[in-house]
């Protein structure tokens, strides 16, 4: 059976159709000029993050390279008042920083990425930027805070005495990274919530101290009894301090970790976030 063939009128207009969409292609910026411009943007909002960040000032960019040092120094004062040591190891100082350095890069990313979008508003009034771009933007700024915050801390326990040596540096660095994913993944998640309503702000901020106690800074997980040892597996930043001591010990061996849990972990809450940013863009425009 032959089709009906089609009428003049309308092949002239799917050819109209046709053609104005290759001028609107042409018209368009390319795929790597947007890519360049998108660069630029997020160049300058990571340079204004910098600048702000640190108060103007060299003492406040210290202040933040040092606070892993601070947390180790609170975690042995009350392991002094309560007369213990460190369950692993002949140096509780290096015990409870190879699980405060997870945590604080961890928290680093979280807590800036989270905030984002909310201190930085204004900046979406201009044209070109755009909530990716702020979110990329203290992305790379707390990648690169983490590093310094990891080398400051090290550098510096190595120039107070202590034996700072790290049994397996690439597993190392690569939980340090992991540590890093982690905490921007979560700080996207809640950054999105936070644009729909400040109360999860709230919610993230009480995240922290949770985290802390349950994290394994000062414990082992395999210490745990088995049922709570359990359910503390399924909390992500448990299983990467846990990775971090098996990396820099090479006499602790642990089957606690999970890479693949964690990158599942990861990917659900960008991906969550992702859908909300396009189901949700109509209420987080009007918020903006």
């Given at each position: 059976m032959k089709s009906a063939p089609v009428p003049a009128a309308s092949a002239l207009t799917v050819a109209d159709t046709r053609r104005a969409l290759a001028e609107l292609d042409a018209a368009a910026p390319r795929f790597n000029q947007r890519l360049l411009a998108?660069?630029?943007?997020?160049?300058?909002?990571?340079?204004?993050?910098?600048?702000?960040?640190?108060?103007?000032?060299?003492?406040?960019?210290?202040?933040?390279?040092?606070?892993?040092?601070?947390?180790?120094?609170?975690?042995?004062?009350?392991?002094?008042?309560?007369?213990?040591?460190?369950?692993?190891?002949?140096?509780?100082?290096?015990?409870?920083?190879?699980?405060?350095?997870?945590?604080?890069?961890?928290?680093?990313?979280?807590?800036?990425?989270?905030?984002?979008?909310?201190?930085?508003?204004?900046?979406?009034?201009f044209p070109g930027v755009t909530l990716v771009d702020l979110l990329v933007a203290r992305s790379i700024g707390e990648l690169l805070s983490s590093a310094c915050v990891v080398i400051f801390t090290l550098a510096a326990l190595a120039l107070l005495g202590f034996d700072v040596v790290v049994f397996n540096v690439p597993q190392f660095v690569f939980v340090m990274f992991q540590a890093y994913l982690l905490g921007v993944s979560i700080g996207v998640f809640f950054a999105i919530l936070a644009l729909l309503s400040p109360f999860f702000l709230i919610i993230a901020n009480l995240f922290v101290p949770l985290s802390w106690i349950t994290c394994g800074v000062m414990y082992l997980p395999s210490s745990l009894p088995e049922q709570l040892s359990y359910w503390i597996w399924f909390l992500p930043l448990t299983q990467i301090v846990d990775a971090a001591r098996t990396a820099y010990y090479g006499y602790y061996i642990s089957d606690f970790y999970n890479g693949y849990y964690i990158a599942g972990l990861m990917l659900a809450f960008v991906t969550v976030a992702v859908i909300m940013m396009h189901a949700l863009r109509t209420k987080i425009s009007e918020a903006l």
């Open positions: 998108h660069f630029r943007v997020v160049r300058a909002v990571f340079l204004r993050d910098i600048r702000t960040r640190v108060a103007g000032s060299r003492f406040g960019f210290l202040l933040s390279l040092g606070q892993p040092l601070s947390h180790i120094g609170i975690m042995l004062s009350i392991y002094y008042i309560l007369g213990r040591t460190g369950p692993m190891g002949t140096d509780t100082t290096m015990f409870l920083a190879t699980g405060a350095l997870p945590f604080v890069v961890w928290l680093y990313g979280f807590r800036q990425v989270k905030t984002g979008p909310v201190s930085n508003r204004r900046l979406l009034s």
